[in-house]
């Protein structure tokens, strides 16, 4: 039986929805596909979105990964057309949806993160949540994120999935499925001296650094590719979520990944002992959210309760189990 309160996080790469070799270029036969089959599933499910031929080009042509550089000429100028780029990539993904009459509705990652040195914070997540509790589907996506400390830089998909895991506590995150072009994470192999690359289907997160990861060579990413990708990914199963890599491209896997079916790939999962352990921390962090944070309920409910008063005079207290 599906637990009503657990979710699904779908990464749709920036690579897979888009040509990463012609700026602004959308791959819209794929991306209908992938839509489609998450209208499918019929799951609860949070889509973020990467930024591919929208963002990375601007971003790196701006330097905006590394913040403020006065000798850089009109970052601010960056900041502004990275986030447009991302914004028109993202109305063009919510059209298919609402095209397909399908609810979805689009959240705009930089108005609710914040940047402080290195640490960055996730505002609320009550918009989303609260989405969710009407069925509807929050797509958020690659931003750009403002910092307290005079600078900017690039929120990737991957951190922001990796703090919603963190904050999100009406829902569940039950795992987090990561779709690119190929099946999964590959290493290599050198015993074979011919077609020496072969697929990781499931590791322990614990065992990602000691992989001898295969060059299968990569596009543009100013986020740091998939070296960057699996440090995230470190973190996400560090809070006791599983992650699972999955071809995005292949007919029907996204559809069975987020129906739980077998899907060819590479699945990631917490250790045991990891996982007991950063699930009471991320208990004890829970609780710390409204002691550091203003997450206060303008109105108190509880004052709409009142208890009706049954006296019990003909009841022995001694018959009472």
Not at 270 to 275: G, L, M
Request: glycine content about 6%; hydrophobic content about 40%; overall charge neutral.
């Amino acid at each position: 039986m599906v637990n009503p309160d657990e979710i699904v996080l779908l990464k749709l790469g920036g690579s897979l929805i888009t040509d990463k070799n012609e700026p602004l270029s959308l791959r819209r036969d794929i991306l209908e596909k992938a839509v489609v089959q998450i209208i499918n599933s019929r799951q609860k499910v949070i889509i973020i979105h990467g930024g591919g031929s929208f963002g990375h080009p601007i971003a790196k042509k701006y330097a905006l990964v590394n913040g403020f550089n006065p000798i850089i000429d009109d970052q601010n100028l960056g900041i502004a057309k990275t986030h447009d780029a991302m914004v028109k990539l993202n109305s063009r993904i919510m059209d298919l949806f609402l095209t397909k009459e399908h609810p979805a509705i689009a959240i705009q990652p930089s108005s609710i993160f914040i940047k402080d040195g290195t640490d960055i914070w996730l505002r609320s997540t009550e918009q989303i949540e609260i989405a969710l509790d009407f069925g509807i589907s929050p797509v958020l996506y690659g931003d750009i994120i403002l910092d307290k400390q005079h600078s900017f830089s690039i929120l990737s998909g991957d951190r922001i999935i990796h703090a919603l895991c963190r904050r999100l506590t009406k829902y569940h995150v039950s795992k987090v499925v990561f779709t690119i072009e190929k099946d999964g994470i590959f290493i290599v192999d050198d015993s074979k001296k011919d077609n020496n690359h072969i697929l990781v289907e499931e590791i322990n997160h614990d065992q990602i650094d000691d992989l001898n990861l295969a060059n299968l060579t990569e596009k543009i990413d100013v986020t740091g590719g998939i070296k960057g990708k699996l440090e995230s990914i470190k973190k996400i199963c560090a809070l006791g979520v599983s992650v699972q890599i999955i071809n995005g491209l292949k007919d029907q896997n996204i559809l069975k990944a987020l129906k739980n079916e077998k899907v060819k790939g590479t699945l990631i999962k917490p250790s045991e002992e990891k996982q007991m352990k950063d699930i009471s921390k991320r208990k004890i962090e829970h609780l710390k959210i409204p002691l550091e944070s203003d997450v206060q309920h303008r109105k108190n409910y509880f004052k709409y309760i009142k208890f009706l008063h049954h006296a019990k005079p003909d009841l022995d207290l001694d018959e009472i189990n």
